[in-house]
């Protein structure tokens, strides 16, 4: 579990999260959702540390993450795997380079270990014997299917993914949505996702955290969803056709 406290940033006098509140559930795929620059990105990176908040606390199984010591920032470094927006895989190492990326960096696995660690994440995403290919020769989907096997080699507790869908075809989006939820689900993560996919939201939004210009104005689940009463919240969801169709 995951609990943000009172999270703040501004960038010079642009006050960008105005305290932000939250709980991410173990087991479960939260998700930040939100218009366009609404601070969803700044706050997943306030969570894992690649922005620093001005105020606030975030606490990793009770771990609180600004306020510890140096080891303790280390080991909950060690347990977050991360999908990058554009699954950012490095185009000049080969997919099986990619995935053991972490590896090599983080742990002193034999070079057998280290293989055999490869081999079973890109199984479990579906990837089996592409590890010589290069991110150029496949497809987006792909990438992102490699950028979910290097997330996860490292076996952690806390899976974060910032706009999984982006630049995916509807179909293929839910593949990745479902095979996001099924890994949380396999090895009782925390899975924090950012999007602003309504697709994602009715299909994977366990646990579901709505900014609305930097601040959180709702919090729950997609069966809860449709039925709440928050003005700006109907707003956000019923902006497409298909969902002003599903309403009626
Ligand atoms: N490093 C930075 N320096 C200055 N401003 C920033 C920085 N990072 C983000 N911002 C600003 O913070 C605001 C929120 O950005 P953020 O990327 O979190 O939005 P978002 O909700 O994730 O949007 P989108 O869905 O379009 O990705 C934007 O106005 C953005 O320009």
Not at 13 to 31: A, H, P, R
Not at 32 to 56: A, N
Not at 111 to 134: H, I, S, Y
Request: aromatic share 6%.
């Amino acid at each position: 579990m995951i609990e943000i406290q009172n999270i703040k940033k501004s960038f010079e006098d642009k006050e960008v999260l105005k305290g932000i509140s939250g709980t991410f559930y173990k087991g479960k795929t939260n998700l930040i959702i939100g218009s366009s620059g609404t601070g969803k990105s700044v706050l997943l990176k306030c969570i894992v540390g690649l922005v620093q908040p001005d105020e606030g606390e975030v606490l990793f199984d009770n771990r609180n993450f600004y306020h510890s010591d140096l080891d303790t920032k280390i080991d909950i470094r060690r347990e977050i795997g991360m999908l990058f927006q554009g699954s950012a895989l490095f185009d000049s190492k080969t997919v099986g380079e990619n995935v053991r990326f972490p590896l090599d960096m983080m742990t002193k696995m034999s070079t057998a270990e280290k293989r055999d660690r490869v081999d079973f994440c890109l199984e479990r995403v579906g990837l089996t014997g592409v590890n010589q290919k290069m991110p150029s020769e496949i497809s987006g989907g792909m990438k992102k299917r490699v950028g979910i096997a290097r997330a996860i080699v490292m076996n952690p507790d806390y899976l974060f993914c910032d706009e999984p869908n982006s630049g995916l075809d509807p179909q293929t989006s839910i593949t990745i949505d479902e095979l996001i939820q099924e890994i949380t689900y396999e090895n009782n993560m925390t899975a924090v996702v950012v999007t602003h996919d309504m697709n994602s939201v009715m299909g994977i939004g366990d646990h579901i955290l709505f900014l609305v210009k930097g601040l959180k104005v709702w919090e729950g689940s997609n069966n809860e969803i449709l039925d709440s009463d928050n003005a700006q919240l109907k707003e956000f969801i019923f902006a497409s056709k298909m969902m002003q169709a599903l309403k009626r």
